[in-house]
């Protein structure tokens, strides 16, 4: 098995940028999905492939890669992004599929 | 449109076994491999099983071997998680998911959950 490292928690101002990281030494080999999640509900998919908005998510979520870190970056948050965050990926055969530990947004 | 709806959950006591469902609709079922996530309450996802297109293949995340069974009925557009022996600590919402695109793993389509909460 392996890890996916995220921080605990980002906070920003409304209009500010955030930034939230996914560690893990299998990275460069496998893509990362990330997930919001607001209370009480199901987790939505904003960012697949590293890099892919799926249709219906804001222009303001992207995504990056370098090396072992994936980011996710919210452009101009808003107060309807406070959410928890999570990171997916999987191993080098994708047999087995992992979740970093979540990152709790605060719009400020 | 992709529907997936958990059924199954519920109070149930220490050591007992409970058997999840989670019905598909509005996609080719048999088309995606399927995963079961779990969620403690005020934690984060943990991954379960996933489980192949065609139920040949299923693997689990290390501390789930041995009392979780993950399955599928492609007639019935159905997927299944068996619990065995449960425990106070699989007390959580088990959450049914598709894999996003064929072939790709990740999920990108998720149900509401189920509440399991095992409970003397």
């Known amino acids: 098995s392996y890890e996916l490292t995220q921080p605990p928690s980002v906070s920003v101002s409304p209009g500010q940028t955030a930034r939230i990281t996914c560690s893990g030494d299998?990275?460069?080999?496998?893509?990362v999905y990330w997930y919001q999640q607001k209370p009480g509900q199901a987790p939505v998919l904003v960012i697949y492939k590293d890099t892919e908005r799926p249709s219906g998510i804001p222009e303001r979520f992207s995504g990056s890669s370098s090396g072992t870190t994936v980011t996710l970056t919210i452009s101009g948050v808003q107060a309807e992004d406070e959410a928890d965050y999570y990171c997916?990926?999987?191993?080098?055969?994708?047999?087995?599929?992992?979740f970093g530990g979540g990152t709790k947004l605060t719009v400020l | 449109q992709v529907q997936l709806v958990e059924s199954g959950g519920g109070v149930v006591q220490p050591g007992r076994s409970l058997r999840l469902s989670c019905a598909a609709s509005?996609?080719?079922?048999?088309?995606?491999?399927m995963h079961w996530v779990r969620q403690t309450p005020g934690k984060g996802l943990e991954w379960v099983a996933i489980i192949s297109q065609d139920g040949s293949n299923k693997y689990y995340a290390d501390s789930m071997k041995g009392r979780f069974s993950i399955s599928r009925d492609n007639s019935k557009n159905t997927l299944y998680l068996q619990i065995n022996s449960l425990r106070g600590e699989d007390t959580a919402v088990y959450y049914c998911a598709r894999e996003f695109r064929v072939g790709g793993t990740l999920i990108g389509y998720w149900g509401r959950g189920t509440l399991v909460t095992v409970s003397p």
């Open positions: 997916q990926s999987a191993d080098t055969s994708a047999t087995y599929c992992v």
């Open positions: 509005g996609f080719t079922f048999s088309d995606y491999a």
């Open positions: 299998v990275l460069p080999k496998q893509y």
